[in-house]
């Protein structure tokens, strides 16, 4: 795969947290908190690293 088992399994907990955002009206610490991260800022870096946007901006033009 090329990735570290980290970096794969950070991948796949942003992609379920984007559904999350999308289908849940769960608070970002709330997500967080469920897929395993013990720091809510971490989770926030991470996901902007990844999407290129904040959870918060993520939810806001994804919402159906």
Known sequence: M???PIVYANRVKINTAK??????NDT????????GFD????????????????PKQYRERNKM
């Open 39 to 54: 720091n809510v800022t971490y989770f926030h870096r991470l996901f902007k690293n990844i999407e290129g946007v904040t």
């Open 28 to 35: 970002i610490r709330q997500i967080s908190s469920t897929l």
């Open 2 to 4: 090329g990735k570290s």
């Open 19 to 24: 559904l999350m955002l999308i289908q849940t």
